[in-house]
Antibody, heavy 121, light 108 residues
Framework: QVQLVESGGGVVQPGGSLRLSCAGS????????VHWVRQAPGKGLEWVAD????????NYADSVKGRFSISRDNSKNTLYLQMNSLRVEDTAVYYC??????????????WGQGTLVTVSS | SSEVTQDPTVSVALGQTVRITCQGD??????ASWYQQRPGQAPVLVIY???NRPSGIPDRFSGSTSGNTASLTITGSQAEDEADYYC???????????FGGGTKLTVL
């Protein structure tokens, strides 16, 4: 079955950096675009970034543009999120999400369990 | 980015029908997808496209769109349907994707 397993979360001071990883299994990782979605404590879902199946296209939410960088290594079936210049408001559970397109319809059909990032002094 | 709005809270009596809505200009161009999130768990896709359910999602869940409003309907609500529900769609401006603020469904 499809599995996405995030790692790399933890506590970091404001202005610090962290790199998240997401290992995909149970499907052909290199065939799918993947996303990062986050959820601050007690808040709703916020889309963060995505990357095309081959890594050639990347998009970012305005809130993270210039600070976060998404990448992937299809030889390792792994997605990454490099987070720099972290702010207190980046504190959230970060989910790795698979994008699936059926016909003209695109949705996020598989989610990891998430990894918690806490930015605090 | 464009705004996508949902009612923050909705309640329904056990066994009754409830509609959860999502409004936004982008819905005139794109279908929404809907996600259920139970406390302490990751979101789960329940409806995508015009009205499609992933394998394993009960047929009491259905979706529809009219104008700038998408709806998730639960026909015959069960206790296990108590959760937060989020709509999600492509954004025609700003960030490529946007989530609604979420609706907390209480089953009475």
């Amino acid at each position: 079955q499809v599995q996405l397993v995030e790692s790399g979360g933890g506590v970091v001071q404001p202005g610090g950096s962290l790199r998240l990883s997401c290992a995909g299994s149970g499907f052909t990782f290199s065939h799918y675009a993947v996303h990062w979605v986050r959820q601050a404590p007690g808040k709703g879902l916020e889309w963060v970034a995505d990357i095309s199946y081959d890594g050639s296209y990347k998009n970012y939410a305005d809130s993270v543009k210039g600070r976060f960088s998404i990448s992937r290594d299809n030889s390792k079936n792994t997605l990454y999120l490099q987070m720099n210049s972290l702010r207190v408001e980046d504190t959230a559970v970060y989910y790795c999400v698979r994008e699936n397109t059926v016909g003209m319809t695109t949705s996020f059909d598989s989610w990891g369990q998430g990894t918690l990032v806490t930015v605090s002094s | 980015s464009s705004e996508v709005t949902q009612d923050p809270t909705v309640s329904v009596a056990l066994g009754q029908t409830v509609r959860i809505t999502c409004q936004g200009d982008s819905l005139r161009r794109y279908y929404a997808s809907w996600y259920q999130q139970r406390p302490g768990q990751a979101p789960v896709l329940v409806i995508y496209g015009e009205n499609n359910r992933p394998s394993g999602i009960p047929d009491r869940f259905s979706g529809s769109t009219s104008g700038n409003t998408a709806s998730l309907t639960i026909t015959g609500s069960q206790a296990e349907d108590e959760a937060d529900y989020y709509c999600n769609l492509r954004d025609s401006r700003g960030s490529p994707w946007v989530f609604g603020g979420g609706t907390k469904l209480t089953v009475l």
